[in-house]
């Protein structure tokens, strides 16, 4: 399946399976932070950055969620696969705040939009800690431009 290309960010699509859908047949509000993640840990991977058992060979997947906020604007309805874009809007010293959107596979319909904030942990403290330089080169890959000044 080919990917939509986009101005900024990264467009994943992801599979909707039949125990993703609640009892009316729609997509279940606890599942798109599920598919969001499904969506992201491919795009790290790819590049490098990806959890094979130990956390010490790949430290910037030790994080936490501190904040997910959705809005949900139009219900997928069935099985089968949803585009996730997702970009950076925010990549700081120890955190980093992604913005998502899940849409059809034309992009025509907006399913749900939010975002998601992180903070890499040190594991031995579980106190923040400053991403590794991978981690930085990855995430320039996914910050949205600034608006340019009217």
């Known amino acids: 399946m080919s990917q939509t290309t ?3 960010g990264h467009v994943e699509h992801v599979p909707v399976h039949f125990d993703d859908l609640d009892a009316m047949g729609i997509l279940h509000n ?3 932070a599920v598919l969001l993640e499904r969506a992201l840990t491919p795009y790290w991977a790819d590049r490098g950055v990806a959890f094979r058992g ?3 060979a790949a430290p910037d997947v030790f994080h936490a969620v501190r904040e ?3 809005t949900y604007r139009a219900p997928v309805t069935g099985v ?3 585009a ?3 970009w950076l809007d925010h990549f700081g010293t120890s955190s ?3 913005a998502f959107e899940f849409r059809s596979i034309d992009g025509t319909v907006l399913h749900a939009d939010g975002t998601r904030s992180i903070v ?3 594991p031995a403290t579980l106190r923040p800690t400053a991403w590794t330089g991978a981690a930085r080169a990855v995430a320039a890959t996914l910050l949205r431009p600034a608006p340019l000044p009217a």
């Open 6 to 8: 986009v101005e900024f």
């Open 30 to 32: 606890a599942r798109y």
């Open 54 to 56: 130990d956390v010490h």
């Open 68 to 70: 997910f906020t959705i």
């Open 80 to 82: 089968g696969p949803v």
């Open 84 to 86: 996730v874009h997702f």
């Open 96 to 98: 980093a705040r992604y």
């Open 120 to 122: 890499r942990l040190d």
